[in-house]
């Protein structure tokens, strides 16, 4: 660059100094590579080459006079990126400044093809480099277990690159471990050399960097101890170790060597670095994927624990603190336990008041719902064709009591006697008759509540004898039928007292005691109920038989936890007990 900028100011009269930076392109920074006539720094330069980059085109600036000295400055822009600019310093007329800055374009075009050799040549690394790093990859992805796929890339490494041994190893405690080595169908722990590559391996993971032997003039500065003891032991021509990194932890270390009389260059480290940044997470799956089941269980509890112990993670450690207060206080906190069960408040007794007959439905009084008295009627049954018979009846025996009249004067005895059978008869009809007249008034057997019952879409209707049309339920006397499910029933004693409250009355609670445990189930909506009655303690005025509701009822004080789980452990029982041989 330096001989191209001399011939360039050689070529342009009147120039007194040049000066190209150079830099990373578009991003920068951008500093000084060429200086004319010599490596002097020259402010005003600089700040024309600085201005020509932030502006990305040609400037000039001078100073009046006959014959002005001027700066001009141009950028150097490839493929549409900034690379940087040309600086000049020069005396000259200032209709010549276009012409100068022509010139300074053309002359560009070398460095543009310099630029454009160079890129090249850095693709052609770049693409050599990902071509090796992803036939490494494939190699490791298509070998079957940890072992397989660390032979194998260890083997293509040593074939592709000349190296012998390659060697790879993982961090196992505080140590890395060589787990495999080109070129060996074993080896031991006690081997010389193994123990110096796993040395060299710690080395490098250490410093959480590339470290190489003999390094280079131009590398930061490395420890290479161990890796200068491998290779004047060993008598090895250099040493490469590069870190291999999963996600953002160092899990081991890749060692090449190679024979003496050959060393590693700048270019066989980057496809070494490229390669092991590819395969190193893949190696570190697979190994991890290969362990006993054992192993895993215990270093997963490990890495809770330190994730739990050690800095950070604040909200786990938050939530373990609040898990350990509520477990520490489900321990000990008790409460009262008691069995929830559906429940319906039915009467103490309940009547049912039948069709007396065959007939038809003549009014109704009450209906499902109202509050009746003792004696009121309730329906009235159609009496039509009792009274016609009951007037047929009577007549009857009008004509019979006429014919027994003249049986006696006639002295007939035994006419007479018939016909008193048949007036007899007649009575008796007519009692029957009057009796069945009496049941067509369908009555409240006491002061009560109609359960059930509506006949007010059945007037004209026939009924037949024996058909229940109501049921009437006392006002003040009920009793509580509990539907308790089939796993609470043990802890349900006779005596045990309890809430209910129901639907209608939310806010009012009804204490109730058990009385009698019917020892049959019944099945309601997949489950098995024992039906529990129980009586109230003390009436409510708004309470009618048939409400629903829900009862709880008292049994001991027990912990909280025990409370919450018990029917858990009980259907876990259950289901072990299924599953068990």
Not at 65 to 80: F, K
Not at 202 to 218: F, G, N, T
């Amino acid at each position: 660059m330096e001989t191209w900028l001399a011939i360039l100011c050689r070529q342009i009269s009147g120039v007194a100094s040049g000066m190209v930076m150079l830099g990373e392109p578009d991003t920068g920074p951008y500093t000084p590579i060429a200086f004319w006539p010599e490596r002097a720094a020259d402010e005003g330069l600089t700040a024309a080459a600085e201005r020509a980059l932030s502006q990305r085109q040609g400037i000039s600036t001078g100073t009046t006079g006959s014959r002005m000295v001027q700066l001009i400055a141009s950028p150097l822009i490839v493929n549409e990126r900034l690379y940087g600019a040309c600086a000049l310093s020069l005396s000259v007329e200032p209709a010549a400044i276009n012409a100068v800055m022509r010139k300074v374009q053309w002359a560009s075009g070398w460095v543009e093809v310099l630029l454009r050799r160079q890129l090249q040549v850095e693709n052609e690394e770049i693409s050599e480099r990902n071509r090796l790093a992803f036939d490494m990859l494939a190699a490791v992805i298509e070998a079957k277990g940890f072992a397989e796929a660390a032979t194998a890339l260890v083997t293509e490494l040593a074939m592709r690159l000349a190296c012998d041994p390659v060697s790879v190893g993982f961090v196992r405690g505080r140590r890395c471990r060589v787990a495999t080595v080109s070129h060996a169908a074993g080896f031991g722990n006690k081997v010389n050399i193994i123990r110096d590559i796993g040395a060299a391996m710690d080395e490098a993971v250490d410093q959480r960097a590339i470290v190489l032997y003999p390094p280079q003039e131009h590398w930061e500065y490395r420890v290479l101890r161990a890796h200068e003891e491998l290779v004047e032991t060993h008598k090895c021509g250099g040493v490469l170790t590069i870190p291999l990194q999963s996600g953002h932890q160092i899990v081991g270390a890749l060692t090449l060597q190679r024979p003496r009389g050959s060393a590693f260059d700048e270019t066989t480290v980057d496809l070494c670095d490229a390669v092991a940044a590819v395969v190193g997470p893949v190696l570190e799956e697979k190994r991890r994927n290969d362990r006993n089941v054992l192993v895993k269980l215990w270093e997963a509890a490990g890495n809770q624990l330190r994730r739990l112990l050690g800095p950070g993670y604040f909200g786990r450690k938050l939530a373990t603190l609040i898990a350990v207060i509520l477990a520490a206080y489900f321990s000990v906190a008790t409460t009262e336990y008691s069995v929830t069960s559906s429940a319906v408040v039915r009467g103490t007794i309940q009547r049912t008041v039948v069709a007396p007959f065959n007939g038809y439905v003549s009014s109704q009084s009450a209906r499902a719902g109202e509050v009746v008295k003792q004696g009121q009627i309730l329906a009235q049954l159609d009496d039509q064709d009792l009274t016609l018979e009951r007037l047929r009846l009577t007549t009857t025996r009008q004509q019979k009591t006429t014919e027994y009249d003249r049986a006696l004067m006639q002295h007939e005895r035994a006419e007479a006697l018939i016909v008193k059978s048949q007036i007899d008869q007649a009575d008796a009809q007519l009692a029957l008759i009057d009796e069945q007249l009496k049941r067509t008034r369908l009555l409240a057997p006491f002061d009560g509540y109609v359960v059930n019952g509506d006949l007010s879409q059945s007037i004209g209707a026939a009924v037949e004898r024996g058909q229940e049309l109501f049921t009437v339920a006392p006002l003040k006397s009920y009793r509580v039928i509990l539907e308790v499910d089939e796993s609470d029933i043990d802890d349900v004693e006779i005596g045990r007292q309890g809430v209910l409250r129901v639907s209608a009355l939310p806010q009012e609670p009804l204490t109730y005691r058990i009385e009698q445990i019917t020892a049959i189930s019944t099945q309601k909506e997949g489950h098995n109920f024992f039906k529990v009655e129980a009586a109230l303690d003390h009436l409510s005025d708004r309470l009618r038989p048939g409400m629903e509701g829900i009862a709880k009822t008292s049994v001991d004080e027990r912990l909280l936890i025990r409370v919450y789980t018990d029917k858990m452990v009980q259907w876990a029982y259950l289901a072990a007990w299924r599953w068990m041989p």
